[in-house]
């Protein structure tokens, strides 16, 4: 009970006896949007836990198709990687709604597609018990540089190229999923996740073009959304706390999740302190914790197992 009266205080911080601001798409005169779309944050119940049973191969149920293809960037000039796991019976027939899973810093296409994840089992098992919409998930590569020598590091310049990760996702990858793959367009069918520095793209990106995204996850997310310094390096920060708003912007996520284990060893208190940023801002959102998890499996199995089932 207490961790769900937490996340519901973070959702409804603004709903008072009028209901509040809304968080869907797109924002009428008086911020109000449709009732659906502000029942997902203000009623979502978190799970702190993905159960076991939604993350082990069940007889009967079929899992989705993991493969590695390429896209020619004109962002970076290259051909970059990705992968793409689509539904179980993918039928070109049919159209599917798209989730953009990032990665960590050091990371790349590969990295989410790690099996102790089990991001195939727990979609396939939450879209046979009819929990989650069957959908297609794209592992990118975060790290857009021209340079092929350039590589990651905990320096400002040595992270850029994640920041540019925006502009080769609406760009190029977007672009050449919409073309290849049998897609539903649109912000009302576009969702974005990430974990660590993925976390951390995914809220700038999520904040820079809600145009795109209307359900929008962060798993444990990096420092240097803000300025700040932590253990690795001085963030000069992609956004001012003030940034960390959707006022005066057409669109509000239908859904901006935050999560992060309560004895992670990497990013720290970072996390709760963008939540603390979105509450000083009266931005709506889901927070929660995952007691005892540090920056590993459980907290990924957690946010995605929570994020999927509330998107779409």
């Known amino acids: 009970m207490k961790r769900l009266f937490t996340v519901i205080l973070a959702a409804m911080m603004l709903a008072g006896c009028s209901g509040g601001e809304n968080a869907g798409s797109p924002v009428g005169a008086d911020g109000a949007n449709t009732e659906e779309e502000?029942?997902?944050?203000?009623?979502m119940e978190v799970t702190e836990f993905c159960p076991d049973e939604i993350t082990e191969t069940r007889d009967g149920v079929k899992y989705g198709t993991l493969s590695h293809e390429t896209y020619h960037s004109e962002t970076t000039g290259?051909?970059?990687?990705?992968?793409i796991l689509l539904p179980a019976d993918y039928d070109e027939t049919k159209k599917y709604p798209v989730l953009y899973l990032l990665h960590g810093i050091f990371g790349d296409e590969?990295?989410?597609?790690?099996?102790?994840f089990k991001i195939p089992?727990?979609?396939?098992?939450?879209?046979?018990?009819?929990?989650?919409?069957?959908?297609?998930?794209?592992?990118?590569?975060?790290?857009?540089?021209?340079?092929?020598a350039q590589q990651p590091a905990f320096t400002p310049e040595s992270v850029l190229p994640y920041d540019n990760f925006i502009n080769d996702l609406v760009d190029d990858l977007m672009p050449y999923i919409e073309e290849n793959y049998s897609v539903l367009t649109g912000r009302d069918?576009?969702?974005i996740c990430g974990f660590s520095m993925g976390g951390r793209e995914t809220l700038f990106i999520g904040l820079s073009r809600p145009d795109l995204f209307k359900y929008v996850g962060a798993i444990s997310p990096a420092p240097g959304l803000t300025p700040g310094q932590d253990w690795a390096m001085t963030h000069p920060g992609q956004l001012e706390e003030k940034e960390l708003t959707f006022d005066g912007k057409d669109y509000k996520p239908a859904l901006l999740m935050v999560c992060c284990g309560t004895n992670d060893s990497v990013v720290g208190k970072f996390p709760l302190s963008y939540h603390e940023i979105f509450d000083t801002n009266k931005t709506e959102h889901v927070w929660y914790e995952i007691t005892g998890a540090d920056h590993d499996a459980t907290a990924i199995k957690s946010g995605i197992y929570n994020f999927l089932k509330n998107i779409f």
Not at 38 to 43: C, L, Q, T, Y
């Open 38 to 43: 502000v029942d997902i944050m203000e009623n």
């Open 78 to 83: 290259r051909d970059r990687g990705f992968n």
């Open 110 to 116: 590969n990295s989410m597609t790690d099996p102790n």
């Open 121 to 148: 089992e727990i979609l396939g098992n939450l879209a046979a018990d009819g929990l989650a919409k069957e959908m297609i998930i794209v592992y990118p590569n975060m790290y857009a540089s021209s340079d092929p």
């Open 189 to 191: 069918n576009t969702a």
